[in-house]
């Protein structure tokens, strides 16, 4: 497609607390190339015009996790979202919605930093083999049963998305939750009763009213609202099941 | 286990149910009382038809599990968008009382036409 614009204008959240107590935005007008993204023009405000600027950023391909932030009010990863797909602009960048601001565009994500190893998002076994026991070996399909759910590479994307998690910030949310999923559904882990003390509490998988924009947002289609859902369905037989079986624990 | 929440998986049980029941027959039901019967594909349908259609046994026990099916659906969603959706958190055990009772009244309503039927 022929673009008749030689610039495009971003508007940037900007907050630094050691000179401005509030945050405020800040334009730049930076050259348009057809091939750029969202952080190249970031990056370009940063190079030549502003060294001051603050945001994550690091692989450039969608596979860090790092570059996530709000574009004209989406939760998008800024390295995969072209510039000229948001023509003719202005561009208004805002930091991922959820966490609280450091400064600029970088949140503090301490939270779901705090969160993600409770679900314990590890292989537990039962037992631990020696190493000369060989591989622990899966079929296609084993590995299927998994699989989407190892994609996810912490963007925050789904956090930022996720309206109960702005509401409801005990809420474990959608990541920790596809997370512990890729491990309970592997073949070669035995944690689900471990996982499903912190899961299947109100700030488990119970917060979640299935909005779905999670999956919707999700860079690497990981789909963590199907996650949550399933997990519902697994929390429900067990609560059935400890019915039965008062005296049962875990 | 302690620290489980007593109540949610039962009502969520109830709201799934519904939800998948309602998906289901909601469309057929519909197709028949809306589109068949007003067309007279399905013949004359007389007060008396209907009546003898209500009292039997398999649609009286099918109408009764599945009419509380759909009353807790809506109760449950209800409840979420009350509570979530205009963030009135200070009321949510009220919230969750009032849905989920008008459910218990409406299904218990149902249940009392279903049998009272003759």
């Excluded at chain 1, 705090?114 to 399909?141: F, N, S």
């Excluded at chain 1, 996650?227 to 008062?246: E, G």
Aim: with cysteine; aromatic share 10%; net charge negative.
């Amino acid at each position: 497609m022929e673009n008749a614009v030689d610039t495009v204008t971003l508007k940037v959240f900007r907050y630094r607390p050691e000179t401005a107590p509030e945050p405020e935005y800040e334009t730049f007008e930076v050259p348009y190339q057809e091939d750029w993204m969202v952080l190249d023009a970031l990056n370009h405000v940063k190079d030549e015009m502003d060294g001051s600027l603050s945001y994550r950023w690091s692989c450039r391909m969608g596979v860090c996790g790092s570059c996530g932030m709000t574009v004209n009010g989406e939760p998008v990863l800024t390295c995969a979202t072209y510039i000229e797909d948001l023509l003719p602009g202005p561009i208004r960048i805002d930091p991922l919605r959820g966490f609280p601001v450091i400064r600029d565009l970088v949140g503090d994500l301490g939270d779901f930093m705090a969160k993600l190893p409770r679900v314990k998002p590890w292989i537990i076994r039962k037992e631990e083999e020696p190493l000369d026991a060989g591989e622990t070996l899966q079929t296609p399909e084993e590995v299927g049963a998994f699989r989407q759910y190892s994609m996810c590479i912490n963007c925050m994307l789904c956090y930022a998305a996720c309206p109960i998690y702005e509401m409801e910030p005990d809420f474990i949310g959608p990541a920790a939750i596809a997370l512990a999923q890729r491990y309970n559904l592997d073949s070669r882990d035995h944690g689900a009763d471990e996982r499903m003390d912190v899961l299947s509490r109100k700030h488990g998988v119970w917060d979640c009213t299935f909005v779905g924009e999670c999956s919707v947002v999700c860079p690497k289609d990981v789909d963590p609202a199907g996650a949550i859902q399933r997990y519902k369905v697994t929390a429900t037989m067990d609560w059935f099941r400890s019915l039965l079986r008062p005296g049962r624990s875990g | 286990m302690a620290l489980k929440p007593p109540r949610e998986p039962l009502v969520w049980a109830l709201f799934s149910a519904g939800g998948m029941v309602a998906a289901l027959v909601l469309p057929a039901l519909a197709g028949i009382l809306w589109i068949a019967a007003p067309l007279g594909l399905l013949g004359p349908l007389d007060h008396e038809g209907l009546r003898l259609l209500a009292v039997h046994p398999v649609v009286r026990i099918g109408m009764g599990l599945l009419l509380p099916l759909f009353f807790f659906h809506w109760a449950h969603r209800f409840r979420h968008t009350l509570h979530d959706g205009l963030q009135l958190y200070h009321l949510s055990r009220f919230i969750a009382l009032v849905t989920y009772g008008v459910a218990l009244g409406l299904s218990l309503g149902a249940l009392w036409i279903l049998w009272s039927l003759g």
